[in-house]
């Protein structure tokens, strides 16, 4: 079966770590994100992703040249400008061809979902598109979707205001569809599965959903993003780079990361290239590639570093973004 990966957002919300590197080519416990969600979608016998690029695509070629990622095969849609996420689907899907019943997923999400399940209801129910859903506890951030008994769906209902959701069951950003609502999708233009495409297929009684209670993560926001690499600590060794006199604790830290003597590091991902000086403090935190944080400073609560920033000695950031975007 062929999988259609959105991967073309801008990520802003993980700016400014996204302004260098799109949000799915960020490591994830030491390997990109799109690497974790390919390899699950192989586990339920996907052979082939086509990756429905938009922003910053170089970064996805250059990674898998030979266009074959976690043993399946890859192939690349390029969107001229972005067309949102029906739009992107149908263009991908035009490029690869795709006549069969395929496979949708958001790329930011990360989980275990039981996408043989999802497949076999979607052909029981005779639907035209079937979502996954997941339980949160605010649903206000994503698709609400109520259901009859059936899992028949009675409305779509984008980041409503948190009163209005009418469930906690959300779109989990992984669908099956049929190629027919390939059909329904105006091409050239911006069109949004969310605001457009379900709200339509929701009228006509083919849309389905089925709930799942899969471990579930979209690690679209500094909080998640950190959340889904913290799952991945203490997988790998200590680098060779931290001072034996440096306390680090539940964090993921590229192998070629620094540490110095007296500095400490809790709940934080390094990249590759970061350095925390002697004396530093980092907690909660996000250090992007070849970042410097300088002797005696403290970056907590949430702080994000892109590419490059360094902060200077003695220097006190909590929550901040830096550069600031
Ligand atoms: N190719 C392409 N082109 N991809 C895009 C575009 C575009 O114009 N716009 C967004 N994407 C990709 C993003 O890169 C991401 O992988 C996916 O589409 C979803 O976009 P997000 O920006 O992450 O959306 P969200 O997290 O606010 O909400 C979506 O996901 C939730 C579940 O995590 C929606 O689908 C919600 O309904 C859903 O609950
Ligand atoms: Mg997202």
């Not at 994830?28 to 339920?44: F, K, T, W």
């Amino acid at each position: 079966m062929r999988a259609v990966v959105l991967v073309g957002g801008m990520g802003t919300r993980l700016r400014p770590l996204t302004l260098s590197v799109p949000k799915q080519m960020l490591p994830v416990g030491g390997r990109p994100m799109i690497e974790h969600v390919v390899e699950h979608l192989a586990v339920h016998g996907v052979d082939e992703v086509v990756l429905a690029l938009g922003f910053r695509p170089d970064a996805f070629l250059a990674a898998y040249p030979d266009g074959r990622c976690r043993g399946v095969k890859l192939r690349y849609a390029v969107e001229a400008e972005p067309l949102d996420t029906a739009g992107a689907v149908a263009f991908a899907a035009g490029e690869a061809g795709v006549d069969e019943t395929f496979v949708v997923c958001n790329g930011d999400v990360l989980t275990d979902l039981d996408l043989t399940e999802l497949v076999a209801f979607h052909r029981r129910s005779a639907a035209l598109a079937t979502i996954s859903l997941t339980p949160v506890e605010d649903p206000s951030a994503f698709g609400v979707v109520p259901t009859d008994g059936d899992g028949r769906v009675l409305a779509f209902i984008e980041k409503p205001r948190r009163e209005e959701a009418p469930t906690n069951l959300i779109n989990g950003g992984t669908y099956v569809l049929e190629p027919e609502v390939l059909e329904r999708i105006p091409p050239g233009r911006r069109v949004s599965i969310e605001r457009e495409t379900f709200p339509e297929l929701a009228a006509t009684g083919r849309l389905y959903a089925l709930a799942s209670a899969a471990s579930w993560l979209d690690a679209g926001t500094p909080a998640t993003y950190l959340a889904a690499n913290l799952r991945h600590a203490g997988d790998a060794p200590r680098p060779a780079g931290v001072d034996p006199a440096a306390s680090v604790a539940d964090s993921v830290l590229a192998p070629d990361a620094r540490v110095g003597p007296g500095a400490r590091v809790e709940r934080s991902v390094l990249m590759a290239g970061a350095r925390v000086e002697a004396g530093a403090v980092v907690t909660d935190s996000l250090l992007g590639p070849g970042t410097l944080v300088g002797s005696g400073a403290a970056v907590t609560e949430l702080s994000v570093l892109g590419a490059g920033a360094e902060v200077a000695a003695g220097r006190r950031l909590r929550g901040a973004h830096l550069p600031e975007s």
